[in-house]
């Protein structure tokens, strides 16, 4: 099936499935594409971690292979993508799978990127040929190895009818920003996209959550909206070398380790709307290598339902801030579709990253394939 998937420049439909630094659950999504166009969308479904599958994930963050808690993060990650899957592709098959797995370490400066999983385990269990580990290849030609979603992402801005550059920004744990010119056919192109992580987004602020009050999040920034921004700890925070340095550029997810010590004595509601004033005002700083100002910033992820954060960006930028669901688009699948289009791309041999998403010296394709052990 995998030589077929490769040998015809015909769409297929593929799943794509993604779990974010977050930790909330998995995103399910279907997408037909070539590898170029986007065709149409699909069905999709989403899962909520259990708070013990949680526990299990948050274990291991910042762990490489081998590590302690490693082996039973992959093994509680494989089973809920693989329950999800099942649900969809029950009722929508698919020709393909693109898994992402859970990102525990990312270090790119060291050479080396983790994100937990197995491929040839969702293969042999769902019956459809898996892509996988998409990062890993970039970064050992000299890459961030993130963020991945920018090719398809220049795919959207064609599929809505975006006449000249937009930007997309995805407000998961971490933010990234992904500036696109769809005037350009090739997303490969040099003047076609630029990327990069912005910076904390929702994991400090989940963090925050979980650790006062034992909750997932701040639910629609309910809390943050009832506080005040402590104005003296964002400027400390500005002062962090990555807001110096050039894109492409990623973070890992706790890359700011003194963020939450930072806000320590405010009290619960401060505390959120700082930490969500950070988020933002690192986005504000990074639109500034936009190669051009885009008419417009089109936010995808959870973070665009938190009425702080969608406030504090709106205030501190000059171009319209829009959730993405306004043109027609998914916010919350964005990621998980994206994968699905980047799993067509690699099967089909052609780039998923270049050097102005990643900073990876030429364009590249990375991924492995599994395919189903044969019964």
């Not at 948050?58 to 999800?84: E, F, T």
Request: hydrophobic fraction near 40%.
């Amino acid at each position: 099936m995998a030589d077929r998937i490769g040998a015809t420049d015909d769409p297929i439909w593929a799943l794509g499935m993604m779990s974010g630094t977050s930790l909330d659950g998995v995103d399910a999504a279907l997408v037909q594409t070539d590898g170029t166009c986007i065709h149409a969308f699909g069905p999709s479904g989403y899962a909520d971690y259990s708070d013990t599958q949680r526990a299990d994930l948050r274990a291991a963050l910042g762990q490489w292979p081998g590590g302690h808690d490693v082996h039973n993060a992959a093994r509680v990650g494989d089973a809920a993508h693989i329950a999800l899957a099942k649900t969809l592709l029950a009722d929508s098959p698919a020709d393909l799978l693109g898994y992402h797995g859970q990102t525990l370490a990312h270090d790119p400066a060291m050479g080396r990127t983790h994100q937990a999983g197995d491929g040839q385990v969702l293969a042999d269990t769902l019956g459809v040929p898996v892509i996988w580990d998409f990062r890993s290849k970039d970064v050992a030609e000299g890459g961030e190895g993130a963020p991945l979603a920018p090719f398809f992402h220049h795919a959207c801005a064609r599929f809505i009818g975006a006449d000249g550059p937009i930007a997309f920004l995805n407000l998961g744990g971490v933010g990234n920003v992904t500036w696109v010119d769809p005037r350009i056919d090739a997303p490969e192109d040099p003047n076609a996209c630029l990327a990069f992580d912005t910076g904390p987004a929702n994991a400090p602020i989940n963090d925050l959550m979980q650790t006062r009050m034992g909750l997932a999040l701040d639910q629609g920034g309910t809390l943050a909206l009832s506080g005040a921004v402590d104005d003296s700890v964002v400027r400390d925070f500005l002062e962090h070398p990555y807001f110096k340095r050039q894109p492409p550029k990623s973070l890992d997810r706790d890359q700011f380790p003194g963020l939450l010590p930072s806000v320590a004595t405010l009290s619960d509601a401060e505390a959120a709307r700082t930490l969500t004033a950070c988020a933002a005002e690192a986005v504000a700083i990074g639109m500034a290598h936009c190669p051009s100002a885009p008419t417009r910033l089109l936010v995808t992820g959870g973070g665009r339902r938190n009425a702080a954060l969608m406030f504090e960006l709106s205030s501190r930028l000059n171009v319209p801030v829009q959730d993405i669901n306004d043109t027609g688009l998914d916010g919350d699948m964005l990621e998980a579709q994206a994968f699905a289009y980047l799993a067509v791309r690699v099967a089909r041999g052609m780039p998923t990253s270049a050097p102005t998403t990643t900073g990876v010296g030429q364009a590249t394709g990375g991924g492995k394939t599994s395919c189903p052990a044969k019964g």
